[in-house]
T-cell receptor
Framework: AQSVSQHNHHVILSEAASLELGCNYS??????LFWYVQYPGQHLQLLLK??????LVKGIKGFEAEFIKSKFSFNLRKPSVQWSDTAEYFC??????????FGSGTQLTVLP | NAGVTQTPKFRVLKTGQSMTLLCAQD?????MYWYRQDPGMGLRLIHY???????AKGEVPDGYNVSRLKKQNFLLGLESAAPSQTSVYFC??????????????FGNGTRLTVT
């Protein structure tokens, strides 16, 4: 069975600080990996995705993520966060199953 | 283009009452999903459908039933609501299960409180 762990439940940063959110998955086969973002009061939106090829994936709003197969990780990064990045971030994995498995989410608060 | 529409947006039920949540998508997507979102637990899949007339259980199906009589609609039913079903419910749809160009599209959610 596939599973996802997000160890950081709440991250607080000041504007312009660098961000890295951890995501580890458990599945032995080929995986598709995703990061979704949920801004306050809104629905989830796709931030970026990895299916194959270059393990460094660039998404919207300056976010990127690196797939490290040997570490079963897909960490999300942003060099300089903004107040508007305050949101909850979800990592998700799709292995052999037809549906995504989501992590428990990381709440990011960016202080102005 | 409305995307994925959920009704109602809010609902308060008493224990034992029943209700149906409606999800409608206008993107001609084959796949539809119902998730519940609880603090600290992320999104957990309740039921999903891979096409009209088909449904399947997800991670937490107990206490819920679903139907997909029309391709564009996916209904989630609670026959006898319990306080443990207090949650935010999200519907999502996708064109295919694993296509690179087929991400999940989410609705705006239904906040359900069971007292």
């Amino acid at each position: 069975a596939q599973s996802v762990s997000q160890h950081n439940h709440h991250v607080i940063l000041s504007e312009a600080a660098s961000l890295e959110l951890g995501c580890n998955y458990s599945y032995g086969g080929t995986v598709n990996l995703f990061w979704y973002v949920q801004y306050p009061g809104q629905h989830l939106q796709l931030l970026l995705k990895y299916f194959s090829g270059d393990p460094l994936v660039k998404g919207i709003k300056g976010f990127e993520a690196e797939f490290i197969k040997s570490k079963f990780s897909f960490n999300l990064r942003k060099p300089s966060v903004q107040w508007s990045d305050t949101a909850e971030y979800f990592c998700a994995v799709k292995g052999s199953a037809r549906q995504l498995t989501f992590g428990s989410g990381t709440q990011l608060t960016v202080l102005p | 283009n409305a995307g994925v529409t959920q009704t109602p947006k809010f609902r308060v039920l008493k224990t034992g009452q029943s209700m149906t949540l409606l999800c409608a998508q206008d993107m001609n997507h084959e796949y539809m999903y119902w998730y519940r979102q609880d603090p600290g637990m992320g999104l957990r899949l309740i039921h999903y459908s891979v096409g009209e007339g088909t449904t399947a259980k997800g991670e937490v199906p107990d206490g819920y039933n679903v139907s997909r009589l029309k391709k564009q609609n996916f209904l989630l039913g609670l026959e006898s609501a319990a306080p443990s079903q207090t949650s935010v419910y999200f519907c999502a749809s996708s064109y295919a299960a694993s296509s690179y160009n087929s991400p999940l599209h989410f609705g705006n959610g239904t906040r359900l409180t069971v007292t």
